[in-house]
């Protein structure tokens, strides 16, 4: 299946080399989808489009085959990451964008004393 060979060239190092008439024909499918960008030679006869065709090249990833990927979960993929809550740190914190706990607490000057004196 071509998006498998997609899941593969995206873990591989780049440019990579195919050389099955299988993987041959799958990386013409990704190049005709535009998913990718590839190198493949042309049949050594081009009257009955056979021959050895030595290898395939996939230079890159198109946009379009990142997003395809992106879009793309297989069974046994971990779920993507959820954004993390600030949570307490983040409420304590707060205090640059004008909420959170130094709203709840009063101001204290730098003079911890009480207010006895008044």
Request: glycine share 10%; charged share 25%; hydrophobic share 40%.
């Amino acid at each position: 299946m071509p998006m498998d060979l997609l899941k593969q060239i995206a873990a591989s190092r780049l440019p990579v080399s195919f050389r099955t008439p299988k993987e041959i024909d799958e990386v013409r499918i990704l190049r005709r989808a535009g998913l990718a960008i590839a190198l493949i030679p042309a049949p050594a006869d081009p009257l009955t489009l056979s021959g050895g065709e030595p290898a395939a090249q996939v230079l890159a990833l198109t946009e379009k085959g990142r997003e395809e990927l992106a879009r793309i979960r297989y069974p046994g993929d971990l779920p993507p990451p959820k954004p993390r809550h600030p949570g307490l740190k983040g409420w304590l914190g707060a205090k640059r964008f004008g909420h959170g706990l130094q709203q709840v607490l009063p101001a204290r000057g730098h003079d911890s004393r009480s207010y006895r004196n008044l």
